[in-house]
T-cell receptor
Framework: DTAVSQTPKYLVTQMGNDKSIKCEQNLGHDTMYWYKQDSKKFLKIMFSYNNKELIINETVPNRFSPKSPDKAHLNLHINSLELGDSAVYFC???????????????FGPGTRLTVL | GDSVTQMEGPVTLSEEACLTINCTYTATGYPSLFWYVQYPGEGLQLLLKATKADDKGSNKGFEATYRKETTSFHLEKGSVQVSDSAVYFCALSGSTSYDKVIFGPGTSLSVIP
């Protein structure tokens, strides 16, 4: 059973196109995240949703729009794709319990986006 | 703000060599500390964690001790294997918000036979 799944695994597209990446988790977690990993493996958080509500929105161009139809799904839509958007995008989920100690993030396998 | 610093890679070791990857952090409050590992072509997965000072996390032969006095959480393994080749990320959470995890820049490890 896959805990956090993403589709597609690879996405190759032209500049200016609009694309979406889907993420689903079957762990029953409350919180989901999108991260961007660049070619040097640096990981940057983009968004976080808790029970379908946006709680973290880092400095990300507004061409990126997350959507959470329910707490098991967090999709990422990207408008007007640019060359610099090429990266690996990871979805993750966790159960956040303030005051309860450490929590683990579970990552999906990643979506490699290539913009030509 | 909170931050995590790791030793720069890439690190190349021969099989059965000892490994240390340094990690230091800056945080207010009392964060939890983590090491994540990313094998080629995969997502990150938790390797070990420690939630309070002097705790030692361990898994798969790897260890790290939460040192509050030196704000460090160095990753160690006594004898590495080729299968340990991966990128290792030090991370913290829970300093001021449990919603966010701060990741270090990652250290790439290659183990050669």
């Amino acid at each position: 059973d896959t805990a956090v799944s993403q589709t597609p695994k690879y996405l190759v597209t032209q500049m200016g196109n609009d694309k979406s990446i889907k993420c689903e988790q079957n762990l029953g977690h409350d919180t989901m995240y999108w991260y961007k990993q660049d070619s040097k493996k640096f990981l940057k958080i983009m968004f976080s949703y808790n029970n379908k509500e946006l709680i973290i929105n880092e400095t990300v161009p507004n061409r990126f729009s997350p959507k959470s139809p329910d707490k098991a799904h967090l999709n990422l839509h990207i408008n007007s794709l640019e060359l610099g958007d090429s990266a690996v995008y990871f979805c993750a989920s966790s159960q956040v319990s303030p005051g309860q100690g450490a929590y683990e993030q579970f990552f999906g396998p990643g979506t490699r986006l290539t913009v030509l | 703000g909170d931050s995590v610093t790791q030793m720069e890679g890439p690190v190349t070791l021969s099989e059965e060599a000892c490994l240390t990857i340094n990690c230091t952090y800056t945080a207010t409050g009392y964060p939890s500390l983590f090491w994540y590992v990313q094998y080629p072509g995969e997502g990150l997965q938790l390797l070990l964690k420690a939630t309070k000072a002097d705790d030692k996390g361990s898994n798969k032969g790897f260890e790290a001790t939460y040192r509050k006095e030196t704000t460090s959480f160095h990753l160690e393994k006594g004898s590495v294997q080729v299968s340990d080749s991966a990128v290792y990320f030090c991370a913290l959470s829970g300093s001021t918000s449990y919603d966010k995890v701060i990741f270090g820049p990652g250290t790439s490890l290659s183990v050669i036979p």
